[in-house]
C-alpha cells in the first residue's frame, strides 16, 4: 500500500515532466547556540567577572555588618527581659550597647567621650528619621538620675528598645 503523501507525489511526476528533474532540497546545518567565537567568550567572562564582584561585595558586606547584626539581637534579650530589671539597669544596658555599636562604625575618639545631651544629638543626627526617635533617646539621661526619682513606665522602655534596634539596623557610616 502507498500511503497518500507518497501516491501524490508519484502523480504529480506523472502529470508534470518537468518536477520530476528537481533536485531534493538542501536544508542548512542547524545552527549552535554555543560561543564559538572569541566575542562569545569575552561576553561570558565579563559577566562572570561581575558575578562574582556582586558576590564579593555582598559577602563584604555581610561581614562587615555583623557588629550591627550582634547589637540588634543583644538588644532583643534586654527587650524580653524588661519586665524583670530595674528601669535604669536597663538604660545602662541599652547605652552600653549603642555605645559598643558607634565605636564599631565611628572611631574611638569621635563616639567614648559623648554623653548627655551630646550623645543623644549624636545618635539623631545618624539615624535618617531622627526626629521620630528624639523623644525615645530622651531617657538615655535618666541612667544618671538614681533609682526611685522618676518612674520610668515600661512602655517608655520598650520604645527606647524599639527606637536603639532601628537605630542600630539603620545608621549611617
Request: hydrophobic residues 45%.
Amino acid at each position: 500500500m502507498i500511503s497518500d503523501s507518497l501516491k501524490t507525489a508519484v502523480d504529480t511526476l506523472i502529470f508534470n515532466p518537468k518536477l520530476s528533474k528537481l533536485k531534493p532540497i538542501i536544508l542548512p546545518e542547524p545552527i549552535k547556540f554555543e560561543p564559538v567565537t572569541l566575542g562569545w567568550y569575552i561576553v561570558l567572562g565579563i559577566i562572570v567577572f561581575i558575578l562574582l564582584y556582586l558576590l564579593v561585595n555582598i559577602i563584604r558586606k555581610y561581614k562587615l555588618n555583623a557588629y550591627r547584626r550582634f547589637a540588634a539581637n543583644e538588644l532583643l534579650k534586654i527587650k524580653s527581659r524588661t519586665e524583670k530589671n530595674a528601669a535604669r539597669a536597663v538604660i545602662q544596658q541599652v547605652s552600653t550597647i549603642l555605645k559598643i555599636t558607634a565605636i564599631n562604625s565611628y572611631s574611638r575618639e569621635k563616639t567614648a567621650k559623648l554623653y548627655g545631651k551630646d550623645w543623644q544629638e549624636f545618635l539623631i543626627s545618624r539615624m535618617p528619621s531622627g526626629a521620630k526617635i528624639q523623644a525615645a533617646f530622651a531617657l538615655l539621661n535618666e541612667q544618671y538620675i538614681p533609682d526611685g526619682k522618676k518612674h520610668i513606665s515600661p512602655n517608655e522602655l520598650q520604645e527606647l528598645i524599639d527606637a536603639s534596634i532601628k537605630w542600630v539596623r539603620r545608621h549611617r557610616v
